[in-house]
């Protein structure tokens, strides 16, 4: 298994631009979710999911959109980059909201 | 409970010694608690998880005890190695209520292991 991984690792962008990050998991976990992590603080929940077809915000949900079509994928939109989105983005996945969730390698992002 | 800033506390150790590694956690509720240890450039990897129906947890080389009267969990890491060195993260779950499926991290902190 390849557990979660995540494209890109590293990314560039320009305030005002879109992009999505991709995430996907190999595990059959129905549980996934984003955080961003910033320095010197610990992760911070973006938006999970429960399952394909459903999401729900976390606790820093402005400015991103998720969707889940499959069990496997859970990719994160950012519709319009600003500075104060740079951070480091890491996915995670597990069986179920009360399980043990397994991180992506993240994605480190600088916008401009 | 957390607290925000750019500053993370630290622990240096020698090679050999055990670490204990504190954490306080902010909702009482909260009823899963897990883990995770970062290595520079790479995501949160689990270490420990413990429920809330107990007070002592022990894996390989660690233990975790978490003590709900003061909302306090902690780490102990035995016979500590420099391949341990990282920053290591606490994070709490609820799985019920409105707080349903949402992790909520710690922190951190930065142990430094010293041949």
């Known amino acids: 298994n390849a557990g979660v991984t995540q494209t890109p690792k590293f990314q560039v962008l320009k305030t005002g631009q879109s992009m999505t990050l991709q995430c996907a998991q190999d595990m059959n976990h129905e549980y996934m979710s984003w955080y961003r992590q910033d320095p010197g603080m610990g992760l911070r929940l973006i938006h999970y999911s429960v399952g394909a077809g459903i999401t729900d915000q976390g606790e820093v949900p402005n400015g991103y959109n998720v969707s889940r079509s499959t069990t496997e994928d859970f990719p994160l939109r950012l519709l319009s980059a600003a500075p104060s989105q740079t951070s480091v983005y890491f996915c995670?996945?597990?069986?179920?909201?009360?399980?043990?969730?397994?991180f992506g390698p993240g994605t480190r992002l600088t916008v401009l | 409970g957390e607290s925000v800033g750019l500053h993370l506390p630290t622990l240096s150790v020698q090679e050999g010694d055990n670490s204990i590694i504190n954490c306080a956690y902010s909702?009482?509720?909260?009823?899963?608690f897990i883990w995770y240890k970062q290595e520079s450039g790479k995501g949160p990897q689990f270490i420990i998880d413990?429920?809330?129906?107990?007070d002592k947890r022990q894996g390989q080389r660690v233990t975790v005890l978490l003590n709900k009267t003061v909302k306090h969990l902690s780490l102990q890491i035995a016979a500590t190695q420099p391949g341990d060195s990282a920053v290591y993260f606490c994070?709490?779950?609820?799985?019920?209520?409105?707080?349903?499926?949402?992790?909520?991290f710690g922190q951190g902190t930065i142990l430094t292991v010293h041949p």
């Open positions: 995670a996945s597990s069986w179920g909201v009360a399980d043990t969730q397994y």
């Open positions: 994070a709490e779950n609820l799985s019920g209520g409105t707080s349903y499926g949402k992790l909520t």
């Open positions: 909702n009482s509720a909260s009823d899963y």
């Open positions: 413990i429920r809330s129906n107990m």
